[in-house]
């Protein structure tokens, strides 16, 4: 029963999380007409319409043990409105995975713009594979900061200086050109 509960909680929370790096993700998708970040806002997309399936059952398995509801219902509101908001994300990555024509006012902010956001896979023998971020020092070396690390399906958000990178992770990190040449190296 509290199991139920506190899985539901957990799922909440990882909900959250994920419907505010689809939305940053989808930003910067648009402005910058990145097809390969687009994609990773759907996948999102996708992967919270599960969760919301699979959190609804947990909050109604638990209902069963509790009389009082009310904060169950507030679960079931958080995970509709964080599946709404990754819903919007998707409809402004959509834009890009449609190849509809971006507004000549949001090109030129593209082109005022010197920062960018970039998908990175690591390979397998890089450099980068069994070490920390804080080690790497990543955001000093290349002046690309890493916002996410998906990791077998799964997301790391804001990762810290402890997180270690390991071969198959993706990166989305923010940062100029010429880092990103810079990073995409360091990850081959």
Not at 22 to 49: Q, R, S, W
Not at 75 to 89: K, M, P, V
């Amino acid at each position: 029963m509290l199991g139920d509960l506190d899985r539901a909680v957990d799922m909440i929370v990882e909900m959250k999380n994920m419907s505010e790096l689809a939305v940053g993700l989808a930003y910067y998708a648009m402005l910058f007409y990145n097809k390969d970040i687009a994609e990773e806002v759907k996948y999102i997309e996708d992967k919270m319409d599960g969760m919301k399936y699979e959190l609804q059952h947990w909050v109604l398995e638990s209902a069963k043990h509790f009389d009082e509801t009310d904060q169950l219902r507030g679960l079931l509101h958080l995970a509709n409105a964080s599946e709404a908001i990754s819903d919007a994300a998707y409809d402004i990555a959509d834009v890009v995975l449609r190849e509809i024509e971006v507004h000549p006012i949001m090109a030129l902010a593209v082109r005022e713009s010197d920062e960018m956001v970039t998908r990175i896979p690591i390979a397998e023998g890089s450099e980068v594979v069994g070490k920390s971020l804080g080690e790497l020092k990543l955001e000093t070396e290349t002046g690309m900061h890493v916002m996410a690390v998906k990791r077998k399906g799964r997301w790391i958000y804001s990762p810290g200086a402890k997180t270690v990178l390991c071969f198959s992770d993706v990166l989305i990190a923010r940062g100029t050109a010429s880092g990103e040449e810079v990073l995409i190296e360091m990850c081959s």
